[in-house]
């Protein structure tokens, strides 16, 4: 999932993978580190959502295909961010909490649940998960930029720095 715009000048931006998922709490608690590389980076790096539901989170798999409506309806990362604001309600109330939260951001409630039950963003999910697990993801979050992979799903310790680092290098080469 990407909701970014092209730079101004047209030139390809850095782009980091973030793999993962919306029932998570370690997705929840990487959301400090996402938004300190925005206020970094700007538009300069593109974050890029990637779908990794987990089979022990039941409800992952619908919030990722929530997720992509929310994209849809123009609200992909505030989305994402307010779900995983709420990992521990969404354990417990499931589906009906995927519709809610896109009521509250004024998003067609409707509509999200129709596109749950029709299933129009299961390919996308299905897509995401297929290449994750084929480039060696195995938890959330993960990040990939640059070629390399970073798992933060053990621990989320210095892996903002060492982004900034393979950013930085990326954005020094472009010049």
Same mark, same amino acid.
């Given at each position: 999932?990407?909701?970014?715009? $092209?730079?101004?000048?047209?030139?390809?931006?850095?782009?980091?993978?973030?793999?993962?998922?919306?029932?998570?709490?370690?997705?929840?608690?990487?959301?400090?580190?996402?938004?300190?590389?925005?206020?970094?980076?700007?538009? !300069?790096?593109?974050?890029? #959502?990637?779908?990794?539901?987990?089979?022990?989170?039941?409800?992952?798999?619908?919030?990722?295909?929530?997720?992509?409506?929310?994209?849809?309806?123009?609200?992909?990362?505030?989305?994402?961010?307010?779900?995983?604001?709420?990992?521990?309600? #969404?354990?417990?109330?499931?589906? $009906?909490?995927?519709?809610?939260? +896109?009521?509250?951001?004024?998003?067609?409630?409707?509509?999200?649940?129709?596109?749950?039950?029709?299933?129009?963003?299961?390919?996308?999910?299905?897509?995401?998960?297929?290449?994750?697990? +084929?480039?060696?993801?195995?938890?959330?979050?993960?990040?990939?930029?640059?070629?390399?992979?970073?798992?933060?799903?053990?621990?989320?310790?210095? #892996?903002?720095? !060492?982004?900034?680092?393979?950013?930085?290098?990326?954005?020094?080469?472009?010049?």
């Amino acid at each position: 999932m990407s909701d970014s715009s $092209p730079t101004p000048t047209g030139t390809p931006v850095p782009v980091l993978d973030v793999w993962c998922e919306l029932q998570c709490p370690d997705c929840r608690s990487a959301l400090d580190d996402l938004h300190a590389l925005r206020a970094r980076y700007g538009d !300069r790096l593109e974050l890029r #959502l990637r779908h990794f539901p987990l089979e022990k989170h039941k409800h992952a798999f619908a919030a990722a295909q929530a997720a992509e409506e929310a994209l849809e309806q123009g609200k992909g990362w505030a989305y994402v961010e307010a779900v995983l604001g709420r990992v521990e309600e #969404l354990d417990r109330k499931g589906e $009906p909490l995927l519709v809610e939260v +896109a009521g509250e951001l004024g998003l067609d409630a409707e509509e999200f649940d129709t596109a749950l039950i029709d299933g129009r963003h299961i390919l996308i999910v299905d897509a995401d998960q297929a290449e994750g697990k +084929a480039i060696g993801v195995t938890g959330t979050p993960t990040y990939v930029i640059g070629g390399e992979r970073l798992d933060g799903g053990k621990s989320q310790e210095g #892996l903002r720095e !060492r982004i900034e680092e393979i950013a930085d290098r990326l954005l020094a080469g472009q010049d």
